[in-house]
């Protein structure tokens, strides 16, 4: 079964600056992986998601994703954040032809003034 | 709009109540399902549903009940709350059918906490 590491649960940095948010992901064959966003009080909202083609795939709200068959990994970035980022994170990944999907612990990120 | 209702938000009840917590989409998605979240943990699915009176348990265990009566309705009851109840339930949809992606559509949440 596939599974899903988040490798930080809380990441802080200032307003403007660049961040990354790291996913590892398990799986014996061909995945969908996605990123969800989680505002306080409120449900998981999708990013972006990559199902195949181009590795580098864009997201809403200037965040984008590259994925890395080679390091089965899904690493979410943004080149300047806003306060308004601050959220909590999710990666998940779903095996094609399979309605399950797996998510990862999240990543809490804190943006500061 | 198209979108996933949950009601009530937020919800503090007494050991031993039953409760139903309220799920709705107007998606037409077939696949709907119940997650409980806990701060700091992944999402665990804890009932999903393919169709109209199908149900099926999740990887969590859980004292919780689903039905599935209309396509577009899926409430989740507790037949007698207790603390360890105490968590935020996610209903989400889906699509089933050939060639979809799965992506999910989440809800946004009952927080519940049984004193």
């Known amino acids: 079964a596939q599974s899903v590491t988040q490798l930080d649960s809380q990441v802080p940095v200032f307003e403007e600056a660049p961040v990354e948010l790291r996913c590892n992901y398990s799986s014996s064959v061909s995945v969908y992986l996605f990123w969800y966003v989680q505002y306080p009080n409120q449900g998981l909202q999708l990013l972006l998601k990559y199902l195949s083609g181009s590795t580098l795939v864009k997201g809403i709200n200037g965040f984008e994703a590259e994925f890395n068959k080679s390091q089965t990994s899904f690493h979410l970035r943004k080149p300047s954040v806003h306060i308004s980022d601050t959220a909590e994170y999710f990666c998940?990944?779903?095996?094609?032809?399979?309605?399950?999907?797996?998510f990862g612990a999240g990543t809490r990120l804190t943006v500061k003034p | 709009e198209a979108d996933i209702y949950q009601t009530p938000r937020y919800l503090v009840i007494g050991t031993g109540k039953k409760i139903t917590l309220e799920c709705s989409q107007t998606m037409g998605h077939d696949k709907m399902y119940w997650y409980q979240q806990d701060p700091g943990m992944e999402l665990h699915l804890i009932h999903y549903?393919?169709?109209?009176?199908?149900?099926e348990k999740g990887d969590l265990s859980s004292e919780s009940t689903v039905s599935r009566i209309r396509t577009e309705h899926f409430p989740l009851t507790l037949e007698s709350a207790r603390p360890s109840h105490t968590s935020q339930y996610l209903c989400?949809?889906?699509?089933?059918?050939?060639?979809?992606?799965?992506?999910?559509?989440f809800g946004p949440g009952t927080r519940l906490t049984v004193t």
């Open positions: 549903s393919y169709g109209v009176n199908s149900t």
């Open positions: 998940a990944v779903s095996v094609s032809g399979n309605n399950d999907m797996r």
């Open positions: 989400a949809s889906s699509e089933w059918a050939s060639g979809s992606t799965y992506e999910q559509y």
